[in-house]
């Protein structure tokens, strides 16, 4: 995970990456990976702004580890897989 925190608006963010995966708003099946889900969460008042947090986990055989984490604007398209109500 010190690759995604490396970056400066990341840094200081494992608390909302692990609230991100425990509790989503939205998961999302990747378009381009299809072993790989993204895990969303809206939050207000980032560092830099009012942004999704997007989480990737890659799963393979039995074993799931964090691709990547990032803001985004909005959750990319795909296939929803869970959403909250």
Known sequence: MEHILAH???????TLIAETLRNPQLVRQSRSDETA???YRFYTQTTIGDKWLCVVVKYLQGDAFIVTAYFTDKP?????LWQST
Do not use: C, F, S
């Not at 400066?8 to 494992?14: D, F, I, L, Q, V």
């Not at 990319?76 to 929803?80: C, D, M, S, V």
């Open 76 to 80: 990319k398209r795909g296939n929803t």
């Open 8 to 14: 400066p608006e990341m840094t200081g963010m494992e």
């Open 37 to 39: 889900e993204l895990y």
